[in-house]
């Protein structure tokens, strides 16, 4: 089955730019999203179809997607951006998420 | 104002089956562009897509649990159903039901709140 690899944590100073990537097979021919969940909260879509932002979501999240990564970049990361992020994708009409990452803004 | 709810039993034993339900209010699950999945989250664990139901009633499974689950939707209701069969605790955690709109590879938009339901004898 298919399967998606995120680093289990990466830690950023406020304002600086953070990188989290996924890695998957060919991952850069299908379409990556992101989800942000913050604690004891459901999952938040932050980006979408590689590089889209939904309605309502900052600027300072944007998404690549190549190769056999995907990469969810904050900009200018703020101390609320502080949560757990979890890359998706769908293979053959079958959902997979990455193992997610624990963005720390310290 | 797109909603998604879950609801379904907060403990069930070993063994036991699993019935959990999604509420929609809208959108319409017999939108052509709609399909729900089914999402669960073990304490402190990642999120694991479990199964898809889309707007032509076909129905796609988690691999590993296929054989445990069924989806299946009420169009009349706006609900979704999942059953998971032989539940056992490592299947504890928070279980979530999310709509895609536009197509198989569409995004999980809208997120319910999560039901949590334990695995305990």
């Known amino acids: 089955s298919y399967e998606l690899t995120q680093p289990p944590s990466v830690s950023v100073s406020p304002g600086q730019t953070a990188s989290i990537t996924c890695s998957g097979h060919r991952l850069g021919d299908k379409y990556a999203c992101w989800y942000q969940q913050q604690a004891g909260q459901s999952p938040v879509l932050v980006i979408y179809q590689d590089n889209k932002r939904p309605s309502g979501i900052p600027e300072r999240f944007s998404g690549s997607n190549s190769g056999n990564t995907a990469t969810l970049t904050i900009s200018g990361t703020q101390a609320m951006d502080e949560a757990d992020y979890y890359c998706?994708?769908?293979?053959?009409?079958?959902?997979?998420f990455g193992g997610g990452t624990k963005l720390t803004v310290l | 104002q797109v909603t998604l709810k879950e609801s379904g039993p907060v403990l069930v034993k070993p063994t036991e089956t699993l019935t959990l339900t999604c509420t929609v209010s809208?959108?319409?699950?017999?939108?052509?562009?709609?399909?729900v999945s089914w999402i669960r989250q073990p304490p402190g664990k990642a999120l694991e897509w479990l199964a898809h139901?889309?707007?032509?009633?076909?129905?796609s499974y988690s691999t590993s649990l296929k054989s445990r689950l069924t989806i299946s939707k009420d169009t009349s209701k706006s609900q979704v159903v999942l059953t998971m069969t032989n539940m056992d605790p490592v299947d504890t955690g928070t279980y979530y039901c999310?709509?895609?709109?536009?197509?198989?590879?569409?995004?999980?938009?809208?997120w319910g709140q999560g039901t949590l339901v334990t695995v305990s004898s």
């Open positions: 139901i889309f707007s032509n009633d076909e129905k």
């Open positions: 998706q994708a769908w293979d053959n009409s079958t959902g997979v």
């Open positions: 809208g959108f319409s699950l017999s939108n052509a562009r709609m399909g």
């Open positions: 999310a709509r895609t709109e536009g197509g198989v590879v569409m995004p999980f938009d809208y």
